[in-house]
């Protein structure tokens, strides 16, 4: 439940983007590929190898007290950014940093690790106390991905399951459908207007990404009112 959760919340930070922001084109650096995403097992990675691998996330989101985990301290959320250019009406380019991969870890409730505050890498020791339990990666549309047919391709194992999101608000459509393959832990969300995948996911294999939660339903319908 937890993950449904975060992947509504994460939505919610992006919507400003996906309704009101400039078109933009993306320059993703060598590490920050799908490939590399691939290598972070979701319920076995630890945000030490999250942290080698991509290094120091851009922003550590919620750590700044505007947003309250039902459990303080059980999880981190990390977003890396990537360079784009947005065009503006007189045609003049300007670069801008937009989000384009997060991680979200949870807290183990027994670490594999004993820290001691004496030692001089408590801090490394200390990060393996938390686990991957998420990812998402955000397509944009110089992204080849962005083309369902293209995904497919790249994941020939997967067997998904197509579901739709319920419409919360009377004045809203959804636009999400979801591609799922639960045993994998991989999810494709596609965008039925702009016909183009939006985000892929990666959870713990085996739990559910379904967004038919009561929470994500509650927040979603307090939105109602404002959108």
Not at 21 to 33: F, M, N
Not at 128 to 136: D, E, F, H, L, S
Not at 142 to 171: I, M, T
Request: hydrophobic fraction near 35%; charge should be positive.
């Amino acid at each position: 439940m937890a993950t449904r959760t975060f992947k509504f919340l994460l939505s919610c930070i992006f919507l400003f983007d996906a309704k009101f922001g400039l078109s933009t084109t993306t320059v993703s650096p060598t590490t920050l590929t799908i490939h590399n995403v691939e290598k972070i097992r979701p319920g076995k990675s630890t945000l030490s190898e999250v942290k080698y691998i991509f290094g120091t996330p851009d922003h550590e989101l919620f750590s700044d007290g505007k947003v309250v985990f039902p459990e303080p301290g059980k999880y981190k959320i990390w977003q890396y950014d990537r360079d784009a250019f947005t065009k503006a009406a007189t045609g003049k380019l300007t670069s801008i940093r937009v989000p384009r991969l997060t991680f979200t870890f949870e807290k183990n409730t027994a670490p594999e690790h004993v820290v001691s505050p004496k030692d001089e890498h408590s801090k490394a020791e200390h990060a393996t106390q938390y686990k991957v339990i998420g990812a998402n990666w955000n397509i944009y549309e110089d992204d080849p991905e962005k083309k369902f047919e293209v995904l497919k391709s790249q994941f020939r194992s997967a067997h998904f399951k197509r579901s739709e999101e319920e419409q919360l608000c009377s004045h809203l459509l959804p636009e999400e459908v979801y591609f799922d393959d639960e045993k994998i832990g991989l999810s494709i969300t596609w965008l039925k207007t702009k016909k183009k995948v939006d985000s892929i996911s990666w959870s713990v294999p085996g739990q559910s990404r379904s967004v038919a939660d009561a929470t994500s339903k509650a927040e979603a319908k307090k939105h109602c009112r404002i959108w």
